[in-house]
């Protein structure tokens, strides 16, 4: 029996999550929500997602040629399990109507942590998940965070880790946001990235400061990590390839800018241009005294996808977390 999957909040995140589901033998996409006529449920529609229409919005799709197949409530009454990827804050609204349905939610990262049971990065507390009816998937910058911090505490042990995260200022499709020309500190220290890794990593001592940049492709951050024990930067290297969901960048190959890794993804013909793992520049990393340095960059928009595969098959009850995280991968054209 396939998982019944339905895609609450047809965005940024949501698209490439249904893309995602789409891809995976174990479920079934039952349908995707539309709050809205726009292009993104056009084209859904048009590739045969079946539309589930919010907030009264069934004639105002109908109008545009959407067919309607039910509404948000059908929806429900139809998946084992929703993705809710609707604007922060909407997330915690729509819980009340799952609790009330008895349906399960992994909800994203602009929700609080309190949304949920448990906050999930796959690789670092699969596990913790099983069985739960409410999973946070962390947001962009923790999920990356996590995935580097956690192989480096698993390796040699973690005593600190400090990052400053030069975060894009908005999605490459928004009209809205900023700063447009001009770098902009966020006086919250630390940011709450530092203790929104804790929520999945709650044995090491994270600390983060944020910018904003004008910038929309990607987020970059710079970590120094001090290590229990000595490693050699060749040994970091190592250990990124080796670390699932995590990619070294060639220096040498010209992949400098976060521009040319996005370049890299388009190159690679991942859908959309989509780089999921996190990027970790290999001459970026260096070690001076006992502290180790490297910089990664964090594709926002789809870092999350594959954890909201593995967070599905977790509440579902699969057990083993390795196979999860193979099957998504082998899916998704990640290693
Ligand atoms: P988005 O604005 O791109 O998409 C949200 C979608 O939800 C839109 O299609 C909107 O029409 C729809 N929507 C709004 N209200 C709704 C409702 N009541 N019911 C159903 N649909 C509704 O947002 P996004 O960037 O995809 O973010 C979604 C979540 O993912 C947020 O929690 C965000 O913090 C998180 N997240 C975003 C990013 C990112 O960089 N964009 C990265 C990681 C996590």
Redo the contacts with the bound molecule.
């Keep these: 029996m396939k998982i019944k999957v339905g895609v609450?909040?047809?965005?940024?995140?949501?698209k490439r999550v249904a893309d995602a589901v789409l891809l995976q033998d174990d479920m079934e996409l039952v349908g995707v929500?539309a709050?809205?006529y726009?292009y993104?449920v056009a084209i859904a529609a048009e590739r045969g997602i079946k539309i589930f229409a919010?907030?009264g919005e069934r004639e105002s799709l109908e109008a545009h040629g959407i067919s309607v197949a039910g509404s948000?409530d059908d929806l429900l009454e139809n998946v084992d399990v929703v993705v809710d990827?609707?604007?922060?804050k909407?997330?915690a609204?729509?819980k009340k109507i799952y609790e009330a349905k008895g349906v399960k939610a992994i909800?994203?990262?602009?929700?609080k942590a309190s949304v949920a049971d448990v906050s999930f990065v796959a690789q670092a507390n699969y596990s913790a998940a099983l069985n739960k009816q409410f999973v946070r998937v962390v947001?962009?910058n923790t999920t990356a965070l996590t995935r580097t911090i956690h192989a480096l505490d698993q390796k040699w042990g973690v005593k600190r880790a400090r990052a400053t995260l030069v975060r894009r200022a908005m999605?490459p499709a928004a009209s809205r946001g900023g700063p447009l020309n001009a770098i902009e500190p966020t006086f919250e220290l630390p940011s709450h990235h530092g203790p929104d890794v804790r929520t999945v990593l709650p044995n090491v001592e994270v600390f983060t400061t944020a910018i904003i940049a004008p910038t929309t492709l990607m987020h970059m951050h710079v970590l120094s990590v001090k290590l229990e024990k000595d490693a050699a930067v060749e040994e970091v290297i190592d250990l990124f390839r080796n670390t699932t969901r995590v990619r070294v960048i060639p220096v040498d190959q010209k992949i400098i800018t976060t521009a040319q890794v996005m370049e890299l993804a388009r190159d690679l013909g991942n859908k959309r241009g989509d780089m999921m793992e996190i990027c970790v520049w290999d001459k970026g990393i260096g070690i001076y005294d006992d502290e180790l340095f490297f910089m990664q960059a964090v594709h926002?928009?789809s870092d999350?996808v594959p954890e909201n595969i593995d967070a599905i098959r977790a509440v579902m009850g699969f057990e083993d977390a390795e196979k999860s995280i193979e099957m998504t991968n082998k899916s998704l054209g990640l290693k």
């Design positions: 609450v909040g047809y965005g940024t995140i949501g929500t709050h809205s726009n993104r919010v907030d948000f990827a609707t604007p922060k909407q997330g609204e729509n909800f994203q990262g602009g929700e947001s962009c999605d926002q928009e999350v």
